[in-house]
């Protein structure tokens, strides 16, 4: 019997994303410095007669709960790794992300539901074996598997641990645009505009400020042709761009933009703000960092 469990599924902000030219076989290397947000999607795992997916939450409307989701398909590739069939539970997602918003939700859902189906089936799937299943699942599968902070290099699957980050927190805004990632790698394609993927020197930093700095330093190549596709996006980062705010940025591919604060009571305020003056947009004040549960 499935022992019921429930685990939040973290939003993804890239502080930084650098994107290489394409390489022969169309995909472009990147280098990206990744923290977790402390808000997200929820998961819940029950106990049922038969494997099944339910969708809730402010952004499932529209949502298939059919084997195409990424959270059916990780509990799916889970399975099948462990020799067995679809297990009998009831994954619950309540959608609480905005869809294709640069915050990596699906990614994020689909790493939840392996570490929840793992954990309550009590599977013999080691840690790197379920790490290679989330990278099966997509760019973003490996870093939000575990939601801790990372540079992911690659495609996104060569991880590396990073310094400790200071307290930090952000705002998110989201003004309900959705942007085709294939769509902003075409455009940045047709730019012909990339920058360079190493790695760059990560020192330890000693506050907020400290990281928005050296992060300023830093790109998201992304942002230009998210912004060429979504006019909308421009307004986002110029609201953000308050008196609170250390740096203001994109998120992956948008149309999430973000903005750094030195406190919680900062990031607050700009928060209300924001909303007061946007009131039909998606914000979120919250901490950057994780692992969070």
């Excluded at 099966?136 to 990073?162: F, I, K």
């Excluded at 700095?213 to 980062?237: F, Y």
Aim: charge should be negative; charged fraction near 20%.
């Amino acid at each position: 019997m499935a022992t019921a469990g429930r685990t939040l599924a973290p939003a993804k902000v890239n502080l930084f994303l650098h994107v290489g030219p394409p390489q022969a076989d169309g995909y472009h290397s990147l280098c990206s410095l990744m923290a977790f947000a402390d808000t997200g999607d929820e998961l819940r795992l029950e106990p049922a007669a038969a494997f099944e997916l339910a969708i809730k939450g402010p952004f499932g409307k529209g949502l298939a709960a059919d084997p195409s989701n990424l959270v059916w398909r990780a509990a799916e590739a889970l399975a099948r790794e462990a020799g067995v069939g679809l297990p009998p539970v009831r994954l619950i997602l309540d959608k609480r992300l905005p869809v294709a918003s640069g915050l990596g939700g699906g990614s994020s859902d689909a790493g939840a539901a392996l570490r929840l189906v793992r954990a309550s089936l009590d599977q013999s799937v080691d840690d790197a074996r379920l790490e290679a299943l989330a990278a099966g699942l997509g760019a973003d599968g490996a870093p939000c598997l575990w939601g801790r902070p990372t540079l992911a290099q690659g495609r996104g699957e060569r991880l590396s641990a990073v310094p400790e980050l200071p307290p930090l927190w952000a705002v998110l805004a989201n003004c309900g645009v959705s942007v085709s990632t294939p769509a902003v790698y075409r455009a940045l394609d047709q730019a012909a505009v990339f920058g360079a993927v190493e790695p760059p020197t990560l020192p330890t930093w000693a506050s907020a400020a400290d990281l928005a700095a050296w992060l300023g330093a830093q790109r998201n190549d992304l942002e230009r042709p998210s912004l060429t596709l979504a006019g909308e996006i421009g307004p986002v980062l110029a609201a953000l761009s308050g008196p609170e705010a250390l740096l203001t940025r994109l998120s992956g591919s948008g149309g999430t933009c973000f903005a750094l604060c030195g406190t919680a009571q900062a990031a607050a305020s700009l928060a209300a703000r924001v909303l007061e003056d946007h009131p039909d947009w998606w914000v979120r004040d919250c901490r950057l960092g994780g692992p969070w549960t």
